[in-house]
């Protein structure tokens, strides 16, 4: 079975950081291209950022530029979402996906996307 697990999410100041986790059972994720997602309250889901399997990284949310970083542990194979300087912008439902069709990054659609995690939650709030 095919399956993303995110954690990480949590509440925290403005200012702090949060580093998520995304898990992947059933597959190697050191092949494919990891994009994360986030979704606020009331809004659509956003694209966020995505890393190929080069480790080569994607920016689709120019606010989180300068602030958030992708990584992965292929022998954990896990992808990480490195938060820093967290605001109350930030408050969302994070998830990541799989493109088990492409290494690269090249703006997928969601519909191409077919492992997804159930998403973890990030509050900022003082």
């Known amino acids: 079975q095919l399956q993303l697990v995110e954690s990480g999410g949590g509440l925290v100041q403005p200012g702090e950081s949060l580093r998520l986790s995304c898990a992947a059972s059933g597959f190697n994720l050191k092949y494919y291209a990891i994009i994360w997602f986030r979704q606020a309250p009331g809004k659509e889901r956003e694209k966020v950022l995505c890393m190929s399997s080069k480790n080569e990284s994607t920016y689709y949310a120019d606010t989180v530029k300068g602030r958030f970083t992708i990584s992965r542990d292929n022998d954990k194979n896990v992808v990480y979402l490195q938060m820093n300087s967290l605001n109350s912008d930030d408050t969302a439902t994070y998830y990541c996906?799989?493109?088990?069709?492409?290494?690269?990054?090249?703006?997928?659609?969601?519909?191409?996307?077919?492992?997804w995690g159930q998403g973890t939650l990030v509050t900022v709030s003082s």
């Open positions: 996906a799989a493109d088990r069709g492409s290494s690269t990054c090249y703006d997928q659609l969601e519909s191409y996307l077919e492992v």
